[in-house]
């Protein structure tokens, strides 16, 4: 492989984003609801908190977006919680509020 090459796939493998710059704000006018979501929430940039069902199920969906031809489209970077584990999650938000005093 090329050395421009080889610089460029290491770059983008260090890479904390794929969805472009982080400094442009979402035109929530051109993201979608997708028939399986129940709602939507922005939470910075690109990044939405989706509550959505998919094969029957109820996920929290935390994913980041990017912008594609116009519109924008669910990334890879992400995670989807089932019902029982966001109660987990949520469950924890006084620890995790504690830890953060400590940084």
Known sequence: MPKDKAQKKRKDEDSDSDSGPE????DTKKLKKDRDDIDSFHIDGMKYLKVRTFKGKV?????EYYESG???RPGKK?????AAQW???VGLVDQ????????
């Open 59 to 63: 996920l929290i969906d935390i994913r």
């Open 23 to 26: 400094d442009r704000g979402p």
């Open 70 to 72: 116009g519109d924008i």
């Open 96 to 103: 995790v509020e504690e830890a953060l005093k400590k940084v």
């Open 87 to 89: 109660k987990k999650v």
């Open 78 to 82: 992400g995670i989807s919680l089932s």
